[in-house]
């Protein structure tokens, strides 16, 4: 039992391994949709399917059309493959898209009145470089942020280039090839948990089944050594009535014998 519940452990933790690493935001919470954007490395940043994964911690959002730190897959976000953007507590809950300040590297977290704010009075972050991760195809990609301010200023249109070289090679095609081929191991590690479960429980009938049969094997032999002492004291019993018939068989023949009577049966002879 406990060798089996072991089995079952190591192989549980096998499968989440193999399946997929967890990606969390920078509170701690599981970052539902999103990635691992290396498929060796111990630790990583993560990006969505349609992301394209920087290799300065960042994503990038065609969709968006910017930069976006989304999660990663330390839970304390303490290791150093974590992106160290905008991880305040008002930004650690999900993905923040950066703003550009019309400054090279220069960004600020958020697309909103406050993302506004920040760079209008240029306190933006400096970001490093980063290229597209797994790539070797580059071209130079411009990040432009269209932020309405809902404050009594117009809206504003901020457009700088991104520090970033994208590129357009085989790197959804690697995401969706590791993404299959953990899938594909961790259903046969499921698989083989499924089938190890069924040896567990087969085996359990059957020893459950043994243990039955044992206890009527059990059962039928006290029976039959009761009714084996029973015709023990019946064949006792016989044999001191036995003694008794034969005991009293002699006296009577002494008493008829002492009366002068024949003991046997009388013979008659006729003339």
């Known amino acids: 039992m406990r060798s089996f519940i072991w089995i079952i452990l190591v192989t549980s933790e096998l499968l989440s391994v193999v399946v997929t690493q967890v990606c969390y935001y920078p ?3 599981v970052a539902s949709g999103l990635l691992p954007c290396s498929k060796s490395a111990n630790v990583t940043h993560c990006c969505r399917e349609s992301d394209r994964c920087l290799t300065n911690g960042l ?3 065609p969709g968006l059309g910017s930069l976006v730190r989304r999660g990663c897959t330390d839970l304390t976000w303490k290791a150093a493959e974590c992106p160290t953007y905008c991880n305040s507590s008002k930004f650690n809950a999900g993905d ?4 550009p300040c019309g400054e090279y590297n220069n960004f600020c977290c958020g697309q909103d009145d406050d993302a506004l704010a920040c760079c209008s009075t240029n306190n933006g972050t400096q970001i490093g470089s980063g290229t597209l991760m797994e790539c070797t195809t580059t071209t130079a990609v411009t990040a432009t942020t269209t932020i309405t301010s809902t404050a009594t200023g117009p809206t ?3 457009t700088s280039t991104a520090p970033t070289t994208l590129g357009t090679s085989n790197c959804d095609t690697e995401k969706t090839t590791a993404i299959g ?3 594909a ?3 046969a590690f499921f698989c083989a948990l499924l089938a190890l479960a069924a040896l567990y429980w087969q085996l359990r009938r059957k020893k459950a089944d043994l243990e039955h049969v044992r206890t009527d094997l059990a059962n039928k032999m006290r029976d039959l050594a009761t009714r084996t002492r029973e015709l023990e004291d ?4 016989l044999a001191t009535r036995t003694t008794e018939l034969a005991t009293t068989t002699t006296e009577l023949k002494e008493s008829k014998a002492r009366e002068g009577r024949p003991v046997g049966p009388v013979k008659t002879t006729t003339g």
Not at 96 to 99: A, F, H
Not at 234 to 237: I, L, V, W
């Open 156 to 158: 504003k249109e901020s």
């Open 234 to 237: 019946t064949r006792r019993d």
């Open 181 to 183: 081929s953990g899938a």
């Open 59 to 61: 994503c990038f959002s």
């Open 185 to 187: 191991l961790g259903a």
């Open 27 to 29: 509170n701690g919470k």
């Open 96 to 99: 923040v898209p950066l703003t």
